[in-house]
């Protein structure tokens, strides 16, 4: 009786209580082949394993259970937020959980299956088509606006100026690398958008009295720190335009990747690594690469934000890369090194 009893408590524990205490807890991997440089370790936060596929998944059910929990967020109501993609999941994924409704206002530049996912979860998706002075971000905030105003009672999370967005990465993510590793990271390198896990990683980094060197990883094209706005292809990284949260903000380093760069780096990983990783993610690696000479003798940690299985018809499509960014599939291969190892 007694070990019967034993067992079920044990199967108990294993068992999660449901999907959203799955969020978090993401792996360590080792990436040997990637650099082409044993000299340089390279550990990267495979991020894609949170439910939702995304390092958004911790930000989305930080928010809305906080909000809950202060009252700022009442059950029933209905949750409205400007998103690419992973956010809309993640969030998508939490409202369903507490029982919230959620409006999802999206623009043409996100990945179809991303959209899918959050349908599927049961949000209501608001298209704009129109951008304001060439940026969509304006558009959809100010659809935003709109539907606030329209809808009763409404909550709008505000992944871009809600602390909630970089305390999740405070709590979670950097706690996760920082205790499995003993605080023994050289570099971190992050992509940035909102700033929410840049900022996360740092504050917990500086908290703690680590000499991490943070490196952001943004899109050419991005306004963040003193950059340019112009034309991007690849979601989830860079800004049209400064969110609060980034509003201020420094880092050790900064890399300014390239739409073909991304794509590169995730060619790269597929090929070195067995492991299909996002655009931004792709990103991530290649700015590792740029550093490689500087950091010999280092450990390195990437955060890989996504997953690659949601950018088939994009990144890793040829017909999408050389109709988008003007390159070959041969030429593509030669960049990737498809003969190096």
Known sequence: MNIQIT????????????????VGGTPLVRFTGYLGDPDVELIVKYEAANPGG????????????????????????TVIESTSGNMGIGLAQACRVHG?????????????????????LGAQIHLVTD???????AARMEAVGQLLDQTPGAFWTNQYANLDNPTAHTEGTMQEIDDILGGTVDALFVATSSTGTARGCRDFLERRGRKTEVVAVDAEGSCLFDGTAGPRHI?????????????G???????????????????????REAVLVGGSAGGV??????????????????ILHDSGTRYLDTVFNDEWVERTLGVSAQDLAGMVGADER
């Open 249 to 271: 903000q420094r880092f050790d380093g900064l890399e300014r990747v390239s739409d073909l760069t991304c794509v590169v780096g995730c060619r790269r990983a597929a090929q």
């Open 7 to 22: 067992k079920a408590a044990a199967a108990d524990r294993a068992i999660a209580p449901g999907i959203l205490s799955l």
């Open 100 to 120: 919230l409704k959620l409006i999802c206002v999206v623009d043409p530049k996100a990945q179809p299956q991303n959209v899918a996912i959050m349908r599927a």
């Open 285 to 302: 690696l290649e700015a590792v690469r740029a550093r490689r000479a500087q950091l010999r003798g280092k450990r390195v940690v990437a």
């Open 131 to 137: 951008p304001i002075d060439g940026d969509f971000l």
């Open 54 to 77: 995304s390092a958004k998944d911790r930000p989305a059910r930080q928010m809305i259970e906080q909000a809950l929990r202060r009252g700022d967020l009442t059950p029933g109501a």
């Open 235 to 247: 979601p989830g990284m860079g800004a049209g335009r400064i969110p609060a949260l980034a509003e």
